[in-house]
Nanobody, 123 residues
Framework: QVQLVESGGGLVQAGGSLRLSCAASGIIFSINAMGWYRQAPGKQRELVATIISDGSTNYADSVKGRFTISRDNAKNTVYLQMNSLKPEDTAVYRC?????????????????WGQGTQVTVSS
């Protein structure tokens, strides 16, 4: 089975920084895209940032210039460096990986999700 395990969430004051990590484990053939999503209470889940295997990145407008996504392909790990945090960044952050696994029928590509980590920014 594949597992995505996140770490690095917590409580921080506005203007502070946090770094989230998400490591994928299991029998994995290849990982295409990895990304971070967040969901605040009473709101829909939204994309924060994604990074694909060639290093190309995509960010939500609300985090551009403040957050940086990166990945270590050798470790199947994605990071989210969050600077200049604002109270509106408060949410549960979940990582996602679009990855391929081989089974009896061949190579299968699916999305996998972490359990989520709470980020709380106080004003």
């Amino acid at each position: 089975q594949v597992q995505l395990v996140e770490s690095g969430g917590g409580l921080v004051q506005a203007g502070g920084s946090l770094r989230l990590s998400c490591a994928a484990s299991g029998i994995i053939f290849s990982i295409n895209a990895m990304g971070w999503y967040r969901q605040a209470p009473g709101k829909q889940r939204e994309l924060v940032a994604t990074i694909i295997s060639d290093g190309s990145t995509n960010y939500a407008d609300s985090v551009k210039g403040r957050f940086t996504i990166s990945r270590d392909n050798a470790k199947n790990t994605v990071y989210l460096q969050m600077n200049s945090l604002k109270p509106e960044d408060t949410a549960v952050y979940r990582c996602n990986a679009h990855l391929g696994r081989k089974d009896a029928t061949g190579l299968q590509w699916n999305d996998y999700w972490g359990q989520g980590t709470q980020v709380t920014v106080s004003s």
